[in-house]
């Protein structure tokens, strides 16, 4: 069985429901990319598989017990979250801000350790942001300070990274570089699911499709199983042709005139 998995969640903000009844499980050890129009449901599912949104009905499991029965920090140790719009305290310097991932490794009586500091260190590395480490946040652009947030989730070190929308102001290298990054770490054994707006580069990194509209899934399955135009014209209302990516070979979306 799947470790992550959601069984009929009614998802919704106050009187507005957003899926009506979403079924989904997240494959293990795997490169998931969740793909969709704007307001299908994606960032909400999200939220959903972390527990920042608590279903009206259904429920989400980690290895077969609801999540809300967890303890945050044990949730925090096996389920890291990248969200949209994240603001840091001002006069926070880069550091201290990828340092945070340490708090689900933190107690009451734990001192920062030299495992903390490597941890901290490996994730700036891998973000590309360890120049940056005695800046202040606010000095930074909006691509150097997306991949400082990326680089805290990493320091959380879990084995489930849940992305909503990483590649956010980032420059086409870097988006490529993270992506490459996410892939990595999926070969390495780690668990990724990724909100993603471009379905080319979901095609091309993620070896998992979730392809979502109107709070429901429309198909999931490896992106050569599912990926056509007739799949692309459901989903985002675009009339195309699906041919193979010149590089890599798989499917590459290309609109019409």
């Not at 969709?36 to 999200?46: E, Y």
């Not at 980690?62 to 967890?70: I, N, Q, S, T």
Request: glycine share 6%.
């Amino acid at each position: 069985m799947p470790r992550l998995t959601a069984d009929a969640l009614e998802l919704a903000y106050g009187d507005r429901v957003v899926a009506p009844r979403l079924t989904l499980d997240i494959p293990d050890g795997a490169f998931t990319a969740v793909v969709g129009a704007n307001a299908c449901g994606k960032s909400t599912l999200l939220k959903a598989l972390v527990r920042l949104l608590t279903p009206n009905s259904g429920t989400v499991r980690w290895d077969g017990e609801d999540l809300h029965a967890l303890r945050p920090k044990t949730v925090a140790r096996r389920l890291g979250f990248l969200p949209q719009g994240l603001t840091a305290p001002e006069n926070t310097l880069v550091r201290q801000l990828v340092a945070r991932g340490r708090y689900p490794h933190q107690s009451l009586l734990a001192t920062w350790s030299p495992a903390d500091e490597q941890a901290v260190a490996d994730a700036m590395a891998a973000a590309g942001v360890a120049e940056l480490a005695e800046r202040r946040v606010e000095e930074l652009s909006g691509g150097q300070r997306q991949r400082v947030w990326v680089a805290m989730v990493l320091a959380q070190e879990t084995p489930y990274l849940l992305l909503d929308e990483p590649t956010t102001f980032l420059d086409l290298a870097h988006q490529y570089q993270l992506l490459r990054l996410l892939a990595r770490l999926r070969d390495e054994g780690r668990t990724v699911v990724a909100v993603l707006h471009d379905l080319n580069q979901a095609c091309r990194f993620a070896d998992h499709l979730v392809a979502m509209r109107g709070g429901r899934v429309v198909a999931q399955g490896a992106p050569a199983d599912i990926v056509d135009a007739a799949l692309v014209e459901a989903v985002f209302d675009l009339e195309c042709v699906v041919v193979p990516d010149p590089v890599t070979g798989t499917p590459m979306v290309v609109p019409h005139a």
